[in-house]
């Protein structure tokens, strides 16, 4: 086993994981700690150290509210610790490897957590990396900064360094990758072949790495759990990049809120008021900073570089959770429902209102959709437009989730099934939960190691054939109770909306 290796920076130490066949080290640091002159900058390089650094636990969490306090569902389910470290000095990342030498060239995941660019961590007990271990991938999660810490934008950052005014969170991720190229042999991977993935602002994030133009090249495929955001409706503007004078505006607000005038004053702030401060402006005011449109990292909104194929392409994943973020036509009454799909809809109104599922009425409005569902389907019917086109493998995570809260298949949830860190968890799962999970986990890392989900499970047992989505074959991977289910997609209605979103009608 790998239990001491080499980095860049000097050698690192792993502790054996629950299976001694794994090795985990914790705490890797990838680059320079982000404070003080460094607060607010593209991530600097990491200092070298003298003899064997210890990595056995993990790193302290980026600045961002208390995890574990309160009792919404994500307290409940893994952000359980409120003493859990914190630290501005947070840029760091983990690593397990069963590899017993350096020469295997296992296939590499790099994992990207969600939370709105605002909240979470590596250390979430769903992201334990080591049942993939286990199937011969090396798993990374990479931390990186947040909320004000990561995202802000002021006009004297942009004066000041014109090379990386913002996206500070996003160059992290990028820095973690690249560390992952330059150093990932020495843990037994592969540096020539790495899956990005992530989850909700993770999966924002993937699309926005690969829409970067200075990644071509860096990694061969890609995984988008509930991180592509379209609807007929409206378009939330959290999920667009802002434009760089937009973000340096609320920068500007953020500044007088802080009583500072300069970036220097800033830079000066302690990093708990600092978080603090930026917490009370975004739940009182509703100003969050997260990915901008800085022309550098961020070049335009990566949603329609996917559609348009300026992204980086290359084979991906994507899919949703049953219940997430249903989204509604906002109407009183059916007369108003009538008018609203004329203002949306325009001469497709009557075809729109012929739909039953229009008509569909809960307490948030008309005609529930998933926003991604619709995005990752979307993203799919387009690449498939493109020559050469990559394929796209699209899910949907339906099975029944136990609890007292009688929660649905919720926003997250699925990742618990992907990792197979359902033991982890406290919901009473039974039998075929572990089965589900062990099969969504077989079919990741065979998507992992070749870009095709397709192939056998970890007993040798051959999975359900799982197509590309396309136009001509509108092919699922519904992920159920009973385990995975190929299906086609037989629904008019949904080719009608996927047909609005993509600018056909």
Not at 81 to 97: A, G
Not at 380 to 391: I, M, N, T, V, W
Not at 434 to 454: E, S
Request: charged share 25%.
């Amino acid at each position: 086993m790998i239990r001491i290796t080499d980095t860049e920076n000097g050698k690192v130490r792993g502790i054996p994981a629950a299976d001694p066949r794994i090795t985990a080290f914790k705490g890797i640091p990838f680059a320079a700690p982000p404070v003080g002159e460094n607060r607010w900058r593209a991530p600097q390089p990491c200092k070298n150290w003298e003899g064997v650094r210890d990595c056995l636990e993990f790193a302290p969490i980026s600045m961002q509210d208390t995890p574990g306090i309160g009792d919404d569902i994500y307290c409940r389910e893994w952000h359980v610790d409120p003493e859990i470290p914190m630290s501005e000095d947070c840029l760091y990342l983990n690593v397990w490897t069963n590899a017993k030498s350096r020469d295997e060239k296992l296939p590499v995941l790099v994992w990207f957590f969600g939370g709105g660019f605002q909240w979470g961590y590596t250390s979430e007990m769903e992201f334990d990396g080591e049942r993939l271990a286990r199937r011969g991938v090396v798993v990374v999660t990479v931390n990186y900064r947040l909320g004000a810490f990561g995202f802000l934008a002021h006009p004297e950052l942009t004066a000041q360094q014109p090379d990386a005014p913002c996206n500070f969170g996003a160059l992290d991720q990028q820095a973690g990758l690249r560390w992952v190229k330059r150093n990932i042999a020495n843990f037994g991977g592969d540096p020539d072949n790495i899956t990005i993935a992530g989850q909700s602002a993770g999966g924002g994030s993937v699309i926005s790495q690969m829409a970067c133009p200075a990644n071509k090249g860096a990694f061969r495929r890609a995984a988008v759990f509930s991180g592509m955001f379209r609807t007929p409706f409206y378009i939330d503007p959290f999920f667009i990049p802002r434009k760089l004078p937009e973000a340096e505006k609320l920068g500007e607000i953020l500044f007088e809120h802080y009583g500072v005038k300069t970036l220097e004053e800033a830079r000066k702030l302690d990093a708990d008021f600092v978080r603090e401060k930026y917490s009370e402006l975004r739940n009182t005011k509703g100003i969050m900073f997260a990915v901008v449109e800085d022309g550098l990292f961020s070049v335009n909104d990566p949603v329609d570089a996917f559609a348009d194929g300026s992204r980086y392409r290359v084979p991906v994943m994507a899919g949703n959770t049953g219940d997430e973020f249903m989204d509604h036509l906002h109407a009183a009454d059916d007369e108003e429902l009538k008018k609203k799909a004329v203002e949306i809809f325009g001469d497709k109104a009557e075809k729109f209102l012929s739909f039953a599922e229009a008509h569909i009425k809960t307490d948030s409005g008309y005609c529930p959709v998933n926003p991604c569902e619709c995005g990752a389907k979307t993203a799919a019917l387009a690449e498939g437009r493109l020559p050469d086109s990559q394929p796209t493998y699209y899910y949907r995570f339906i099975p029944d989730i136990p609890g007292d809260d009688d929660p649905g298949t919720f926003h997250s949830v699925d990742l618990w099934f992907f990792f197979e860190t359902l033991a982890k968890c406290t919901r009473p799962y039974e039998g075929r939960h572990y089965d589900l999970a062990r099969q969504m986990c077989d079919y990741w890392v065979n998507f992992i190691k070749t870009g095709d989900p397709n192939g056998y499970d970890i007993n040798g047992n051959k999975l359900p054939e799982w197509r590309p989505y396309t136009e001509k074959d509108r092919a699922e991977m519904e992920f159920t109770s009973g385990g995975a289910v190929p299906a086609e997609e037989n629904s008019p209605f949904k080719e009608f909306i996927l047909d609005k979103i993509a600018g056909k009608q």
